[in-house]
């Protein structure tokens, strides 16, 4: 046998690393479409179920609970760097499709009807609807499988891609997760119309989130293949002992705690703003709901086509800590724009679709270069538990300072004071952006230069 021949494995095929993306694309598109499925619906929600703004908040922040006050993500994380991808990725995503059918089941008639669970939802906080009761505990669930799930995939695609076209790579991998989520804004409103009723919306997504997990079984097949191939006799499993070393060195490294800020006050001013996105159009422009769920998905699908092309430029070029400050910067405009002019929504959005590319595709690639593929899980999984806070206190921020500064029942609802909140949160992401760069120069990650050459 020639000792000199290099063994190929599954991963270095170009189609099958790709196929793999896409396999697990799946699951990510059905999480973010499960995520923002029922942002187009709260009208609908206030209609059926008498939701205030801040029931509404509360349903949106009740997805990071598990992930920054049980530390789920951290833990799921560090799960993952010990048990491997195929245990620890089916463990959660079995919990997220769980917690989208139990979503489903609280807004369903089926549980209105003196379902299972109806008599003790009404008994507990009786302030609360049963309705609202149940479905918070599904989307508690629901986050605390989608989060952890996340962070498997990123692995997944450091796994497949270090070292080759890893920031395209995460650009398509986001790009997909954000079809999920346009697909969510464009047919939520025409869900609701159906004729088997309103619910038929969130039946849909939780059946949507159910099917991604055999998805994810059929990947489960190519990763042990490809484990098979990398360690061929087997016994040295992916599972590694946790130190809580692990934790103190990241800690300990300022640019990773640059990055996780900066993820922190970016990620708070654009989901929690694009989860009352379709209500702000609606309200700001007089609008129908159709209407402002079409401007709403022009974000995630200006992003489909900017993150991989500004992956595939940062795989090119570089200049990643460059670009996370650029984008930073037009965040904070697009929402003093909102805030304060009525320059054109789709424009606004279209430019907001750019600044969540530049942020996104340059951020996450960028980690694989300051941490040991070993801690990966660690690290995303830390980083993670970090911005759901800002996930979990936003939107509910963004519900009291609604209810807060307007009148009840009172049209159209007035957003200005939710938007100079989001612009200052840009502000925030930008100074942080600015001494991840200054950091960088001492640090030696190279975080400005092209994917393949550190
Ligand atoms: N932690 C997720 C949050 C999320 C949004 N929709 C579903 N989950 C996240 O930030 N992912 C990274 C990204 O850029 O989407």
């Not at 908040?57 to 491997?84: C, E, Q, R, T, W």
């Not at 070292?163 to 954000?178: D, H, M, N, Q, S």
């Amino acid at each position: 046998m020639n000792t000199n021949t290099v063994k190929k494995s599954l991963k270095d095929s170009v189609i099958t690393r790709w196929a793999m993306l896409l396999l697990v694309g799946f699951v990510l598109a059905a999480n973010y479409y499960f995520y923002d499925a029922l942002s187009p619906l709260k009208s609908t929600l206030t209609k059926e179920f008498g939701f205030s703004n801040t029931d509404f908040g509360l349903f949106l922040s009740v997805y990071s609970i598990p992930n920054v006050f049980l530390l789920m993500a951290v833990f799921g994380g560090i799960i993952l760097d010990k048990l491997g991808i195929r245990r620890t990725g089916f463990m959660f995503v079995a919990f997220m499709a769980f917690g989208a059918l139990v979503t489903a089941y609280g807004a369903s008639d089926m549980y209105s009807n003196n379902g299972v669970g109806y008599a003790f939802m009404s008994s507990i906080f009786p302030g609360y609807s049963p309705e609202l009761k149940m479905m918070l505990l599904g989307r508690f669930l629901f986050g605390l499988g989608a989060e952890t799930s996340i962070v498997v995939i990123s692995k997944i695609i450091v796994k497949w891609f270090k070292g080759k076209e890893l920031a395209l790579a995460f650009g398509v991998k986001l790009g997909l997760a954000r079809i999920g989520s346009a697909l969510a804004f464009y047919l939520s409103p025409i869900l609701i119309k159906s004729e088997t009723g309103w619910t038929t919306a969130i039946w849909f997504a939780a059946f949507f989130v159910t099917s991604s997990l055999l998805v994810f079984i059929i990947y489960m097949m190519f990763d042990l293949k490809l484990d098979k191939q990398v360690k061929p006799d087997n016994s040295v499993s992916e599972s590694n002992e946790f130190h809580i070393s692990d934790i103190t060195d990241l800690l300990k490294n300022r640019s990773f705690i640059y990055v996780t800020l900066l993820c922190l006050t970016f990620y708070s001013a654009v989901f929690p703003f694009f989860s009352f996105s379709a209500d702000f159009f609606l309200n700001k422009f007089n609008l129908t709901l159709e209407q402002s769920g079409k401007i709403s998905l022009l974000m995630p699908l200006g992003t489909v086509i900017f993150t991989p092309l500004f992956g595939f430029l940062v795989d090119k070029y570089g200049k990643a800590a460059t670009l996370m400050i650029y984008g930073s910067l037009i965040l904070t405009m697009v929402h003093l724009a909102f805030a304060f002019t009525t320059l054109s929504p789709y424009v606004l959005m279209v430019v907001l679709g750019i600044a969540f590319s530049l942020v996104p595709a340059s951020m996450w690639p960028s980690v694989a270069k300051m941490v040991d593929e070993k801690r990966i899980g660690t690290a995303y999984g830390f980083m993670f538990s970090v911005q759901n806070l800002g996930l979990w206190a936003f939107p509910l921020l963004t519900g009291v300072i609604l209810d807060y500064t307007n009148v009840e029942g009172v049209k159209p609802i007035d957003y200005t004071y939710s938007m100079v909140m989001f612009a200052s949160l840009g502000i925030l992401g930008f100074i942080f952006a600015l001494l991840l760069k200054r950091e960088d120069k001492l640090s030696g990650y190279g975080l400005n230069l092209p994917s393949n050459s550190k």
